[in-house]
């Protein structure tokens, strides 16, 4: 029988570190690496310069060409330069030193500033990636859920890959290339010496090494952050042991958590103590035994190094272990990179499982919006909904109050399409709301918040929806039923004044007022509105108010999270969670009567002399 064709293999995807690197990488920064390369190579040549001034000092003048600063290393001179005086040549020699100086660091300049160009790039892409992944996945997921981990990505992990990356494109390859530059021009000066001054340097760094890792491997098996919260335990219960005891001396076992934390102490200091003398003194033997090698090398009957040789082999290994040790330090910060950007890119790739199937889109809203029983979680599992069920008419104000403002948050998402209940169902005319379409959602359930929100255009873009640009009359009558008309005309261009998300020029009043004028233009068939806090003796909100409660008589629903009494009061049915729970139900006034939590609520936030309250402390 014949067997079927097997299905080709994805090729496994790139790691993280090395999805960056590629991202960043192209033929856009090439004179980048011309610069690095510059700035690398450099080096030598001044290291080279400062050979021929001691040669020329050591000497009284240069005479001959080519100098030989070691047994495998001359350097040609002009026969010009050798016809000139002593102090001629110095001056000339002196010169080309400031000259390389100069041109090392105008290499530098050019280096850095595309260095951090390149990291600015790698910062931004990074970035909008993450944005536009919490975009995508926020159907899925919630904004709540995923607020914590984006704060982590943003404060931590975002930081970590970009100061990794500048680190490494600092070494790679300026530093290597310095280190292999310097290396070669020491083994050119003696092949015997540098050998031996590499082989006892890398001796010294891995005594260092093991001695740190030594005590790090002996400290390592106690958890510090367990025997601290231990110890916060014991203080804490130190008060009761000492009344049981009958005295007040405090008691802590050899076995007890501040022994444990001591002894922890006591090794690290252990460590500390070993390690600098150890390596203090294993330097000091290397740098006998390379004064000895060097000192033979010189005083040996027709030695071809003298000191010119010897500050050009210094110099020249200075700069290696210069090179070396910035390589080193940087492979170092590798698996923090690494665990930063694999937990970015981690991110960013739910946005390819979070996608749906195809999903459909309603004419308007005719029937309701029902909550079936919905349980929500947060991303640590939490309940922020927990069994809740109500339903949501159009035409219609309803307003929702509760204790805990993430469990309101919760429920205004899901209300925008926004997360997955863990059980029951958001039903939209029967219809579960992750199968309309993301634009219907977008068109026909519009939110308000307290200021806005805005972006960057002008004041008609601001009203504006896709494609449709609504005419002058609307954009007039709008914004005056909004009561902000003429705090908008009075702007330099009117309607076609340019603003941007945080205009200082409007308030919040004005940018509220600007988006209940968007509302009234589009007329959507879910308006979830955040009301601003009240300002005391204050109007200047109450045609926004009213402006809502048109908005409902035409057929909308519109759910506002209120923050005045008297939108409690106009508001067709007040909803009251107690956590994620449903409390109760009703009109203002019945909820009065009948819930001793709702009357708590409105004396603790609406109370007319709360403020002064506050202000006496």
């Known amino acids: 029988m014949s067997v079927p064709p097997s299905s080709p293999t994805a090729p496994p995807a790139a790691s993280p570190l090395k999805r960056v690197l590629q991202e960043t990488s192209g033929a856009a920064w090439w004179g980048w690496y011309v610069a690095a390369a510059a700035a690398a190579l450099l080096v030598p040549a001044v290291i080279l310069v400062c050979g021929l ?9 240069l005479r001959a060409s080519p100098v030989p600063l070691g047994r495998m290393l001359t350097v040609p001179i002009p026969e010009s330069l050798l016809r000139q005086k002593p102090l001629d040549q110095l001056l000339w020699l002196v010169a080309a030193g400031l000259f390389l100086a100069l041109l090392h660091t105008l290499a530098l300049f050019f280096f850095y500033r595309g260095l951090y160009a390149r990291s600015r790039c790698v910062s931004r892409m990074l970035h909008e990636r993450v944005l536009g992944t919490s975009i995508q996945v926020a159907a899925a997921e919630g904004i709540s859920a995923q607020r914590s981990r984006t704060r982590l990505l943003i404060d931590e992990q975002l930081p970590m890959v970009h100061q990794g990356l500048i680190g490494w494109w600092r070494a790679m390859p300026r530093s290597v290339l310095l280190a292999l530059s310097c290396i070669l021009l020491a083994l050119a000066v003696d092949v015997w010496l540098a050998t031996l001054a590499i082989i006892s340097g890398l001796i010294v760094w891995r005594l260092y090494r093991w001695l740190e890792h030594l005590g790090d491997r002996r400290a390592s098996t106690f958890d510090l952050p367990t025997l601290r919260r231990r110890l916060v335990e014991a203080v804490q219960t130190a008060p009761l042991i000492a009344r049981v005891r009958g005295d007040e001396t405090p008691v802590d076992e ?7 934390l001591m002894e922890v102490g006591q090794m690290r200091d252990h460590q500390r103590a070993r390690l600098i003398p150890a390596v203090t003194l294993a330097s000091g033997l290397v740098v006998a035994l390379l004064t000895l090698a060097l000192g033979g090398a010189m005083l040996e009957e027709e030695a071809a190094l003298g000191l010119p040789s010897a500050l050009v082999l210094a ?7 210069t090179g070396a040790v910035r390589v080193i330090r940087s492979l170092g910060q590798l698996p923090a990179l690494r665990e930063s950007a694999e937990a970015v890119y981690l991110f960013s790739d739910r946005a390819r499982e979070s996608r749906t199937a195809e999903r459909m889109g309603l004419a308007g809203l005719r029937h309701a919006i029902e909550l079936s029983n919905v349980t929500l979680p947060d991303g640590s599992g939490r309940p922020l909904l927990s069994g809740l069920s109500l339903r949501l008419e159009p035409g219609s104000v309803v307003a929702v109050l509760g204790t805990e403002p993430v469990a309101v948050g919760a429920l205004v998402e899901l209300l925008l399409g926004f997360g997955q209940p863990k059980t029951g169902r958001v039903t939209v005319d029967d219809i579960a709301i992750h199968d309309l379409h993301e634009r219907w959602l ?7 918040g307290r200021s806005g929100p805005l972006w960057s255009g002008t004041i008609t873009d601001n009203l504006s929806f896709a494609s449709t640009t609504p005419d002058s009359g609307q954009i007039s009558d709008a914004t005056r039923r909004a009561g902000v008309y003429d705090r908008l005309q009075s702007m330099g261009d009117g309607f076609s004044t340019l603003i941007t998300a945080d205009d200082g020029r409007l308030d919040d009043s004005t940018r509220y007022g600007l988006a209940i004028a968007r509302a009234l233009i589009r007329k959507p068939a879910v308006v979830i509105v955040q009301e601003p806090p009240a300002v005391p003796g204050s109007l200047s909100d109450e045609p926004a108010i009213d402006a809502l409660c048109e908005l409902a008589r035409s057929g909308s629903l519109v759910v506002i999270l209120p923050q005045r009494q008297r939108t409690l009061r106009m508001a067709d049915r007040v909803v009251l969670l107690n956590g994620g729970r449903l409390a109760g139900e009703g009109r203002h006034e019945e909820l009065l009567a009948s819930s001793d939590l709702y009357r708590h609520l409105n004396y603790v936030l609406f109370n007319p002399y709360r403020h002064l309250r506050n202000a006496n402390g």
Request: net charge positive; charged share 10%.
């Open 315 to 321: 110099l020249s290994l200075g700069g290696a272990v």
């Open 442 to 448: 977008s068109k026909q359930v519009l939110w308000i």
């Open 53 to 61: 001034i001691a040669q020329l000092l050591a000497e009284g003048g």
């Open 254 to 260: 050899s076995g007890g958590p501040l022994g444990r």
